[in-house]
């Protein structure tokens, strides 16, 4: 019988974005039953209509706003410093997909994926270090096996992706001496938001993803978010600067 990987961070702060579906909604849920406490900003209002009236306001902040606006983050951050005077935690899930044939990426389309898959997160995590809690820490940036692996018709959400996992090496070696880790984590197939019209608009690369990863199914948004709490608490204090994939076994096959 499965069990629930059981958690507590009930003294502890943290900051998540993207976190109104998919894997970061279900990281919201598991870091609010672990006692946590959550600033988290999402491009949907319907998004934050949602977690209002799931969540209770006193553990759960919920901006609209877009990762890839320099103002948004601001003002996101000025509400966090507010409300939480120490933050002992980054996720980094907001991203976008972005399936386009090599030749049809135009320069538009290349700045947009970098702006919300990379550039975002970089400067995320520049307002978040100069407030993060004094000698400890842990950022988890969201990438994906397209990054490290490549596949076709994905070239500049792989670039986005690959560059995702340089940043978040390069931050592990830069924040060390400051007992801040950093690490990205690099998911498979998973049953997020866009699962059904994968399987609708793609469903001979769906039958697939099935035949070619080694566990023959995908994963669930709950089991990525119990490898992000683990990464967050102080079960992995020596786990840094690594890219963990999460995919039923497709990169070792």
């Not at 993207?18 to 870091?31: C, E, N, S, V």
């Not at 670039?159 to 690490?183: C, H, Q, W, Y």
Request: aromatic share 12%.
């Amino acid at each position: 019988m499965k069990k629930n990987i059981k958690f507590n961070f009930t003294t502890q702060n943290f900051v998540l974005t993207g976190g109104g579906k998919g894997i970061g909604f279900a990281t919201l849920k598991k870091l609010y039953d672990a006692g946590a406490n959550v600033a988290l900003i999402t491009r949907s209002k319907s998004d934050i209509i949602k977690i209002k009236k799931k969540f209770s306001k006193k553990k759960v902040l919920a901006f609209c706003g877009d990762v890839s606006n320099e103002e948004d983050r601001k003002s996101f951050f000025n509400i966090v410093k507010k409300k939480m005077k120490n933050l002992d935690g980054l996720i980094n899930n907001a991203g976008i997909r972005q399936r386009k044939n090599f030749e049809d990426i135009s320069q538009t389309d290349l700045d947009h994926i970098y702006e919300i898959n990379l550039k975002s997160i970089f400067f995320l995590t520049q307002i978040f270090s100069k407030i993060i809690r004094k000698n400890i820490g842990s950022i988890i940036n969201i990438s994906s096996i397209v990054g490290p692996l490549g596949f076709r018709q994905l070239s500049g959400y792989a670039m986005s992706k690959s560059g995702l996992i340089g940043l978040t090496k390069s931050l592990a070696i830069e924040f060390s001496d400051r007992k801040v880790r950093v690490n990205s984590i690099s998911p498979g197939f998973i049953k997020s938001s866009y699962a059904n019209k994968f399987k609708k608009k793609l469903p001979n690369f769906y039958k697939y993803t099935l035949q070619r990863t080694p566990l023959k199914r995908w994963g669930s948004c709950e089991e990525v978010a119990d490898l992000i709490l683990f990464l967050l608490s102080n079960n992995s204090l020596y786990i840094n600067g690594n890219n963990i994939f999460i995919d039923g076994g497709w990169n070792a096959s």
